[in-house]
Each structure stands twice: as structure tokens, then as C-alpha cells.
């Protein structure tokens, strides 16, 4: 295959991946406050708005992560929802949620998710985000690879 086509698939898959994110994050959303509080009447709008929020927040960057040259790609997608914990982490402490206890590594490594909501891979935010999430790794890896064998590199 040529540099154009690796190219195209992937920012097919880069659309595949963005849409089953934005797809599954208000879900995440409320399985994460729901993990904690029972979600009735007056929560509900409590998710929405922040599930909104959201939305709006993290998938402009999301899209934008996902669309920049492979080589501008300084983080990854996962990143970026790990950063999402805050939007759950608001409807918690509004009800008054009591945070679990958390290792070590989990309070040193992401002091602001008192609620160990972080996600370790793209399937704890939602399992239709696996293949998703690999199949687009897998293609970022192997424009990569071309580009570095391209330019002598390996």
C-alpha cells in the first residue's frame, strides 16, 4: 500500500474510533456516578448536564488528537478520557458521595480522581471501544513504521 492509502485507513479508523467514543462517554458517565449513588429524578439531569459537558469539551480535542499527523500526536485518545474522571467526579461530590479508598499508585498517579474512576483501557470506559481503540493503534503504528523506514530510520 502507498503512504496515501495507510493515510486514508487511517483516518478511517481515527472516525471509527471518535465516533464509538462519543458514543460511549455519556454512558461512561453514568456508570460512574451510578457506581456510587443511585441516579433518581433530580440526578438525571445531573448526568446529562455533565455528560454534556462532556461532549463538548472532549470531543473537539478528541477529534483533533485523532485527525493531526501521526507525528503531532504527542498523547493518545485513552488520555484523554482518563481526564473526563473530573465530569463524574462533579455529580459525585454534589450528592455528597463518600470516595473509596485508593492504593498508592492510584493517589499518586491521579490525585484528582478521588473516586478510582480512571480508566485503564479503552474497554473500562465501554467494550465497543476495544476494537476500535486497537484497530486504530495498530494503523497509527504502522504509518509510523512506514514513515521511519521511509526516512531510513529502521
Not at 460512574?32 to 446529562?48: H, K, N, W
Not at 484528582?112 to 471501544?129: I, K, M, N, Q
Request: net charge negative.
Amino acid at each position: 500500500m502507498s503512504e496515501a492509502e495507510d493515510e486514508a485507513l487511517l483516518s478511517a479508523y481515527a472516525r471509527t474510533l471518535a465516533e464509538a467514543i462519543e458514543s460511549a462517554l455519556p454512558r461512561w458517565i453514568e456508570r460512574c456516578v451510578t457506581r456510587y449513588a443511585v441516579i433518581e429524578g433530580a440526578l438525571v439531569p445531573a448526568v446529562a448536564r455533565v455528560s454534556g459537558a462532556a461532549l463538548a469539551e472532549v470531543m473537539p480535542t478528541v477529534r483533533a488528537l485523532l485527525f493531526a499527523d501521526v507525528d503531532q500526536q504527542r498523547m493518545n485518545p485513552l488520555a484523554l478520557l482518563r481526564a473526563s474522571v473530573r465530569f463524574p467526579t462533579t455529580v459525585l461530590d454534589e450528592l455528597g458521595a463518600s470516595p473509596p479508598d485508593r492504593d498508592e499508585f492510584a493517589r499518586r498517579n491521579f490525585p484528582e480522581d478521588r473516586y478510582g474512576l480512571t480508566p485503564a483501557s479503552f474497554a473500562d470506559v465501554d467494550p465497543t471501544l476495544h476494537e476500535p481503540g486497537l484497530v486504530w493503534g495498530a494503523a497509527k503504528a504502522h504509518v509510523v513504521l512506514q514513515r521511519r523506514r521511509a526516512e531510513g530510520l529502521r
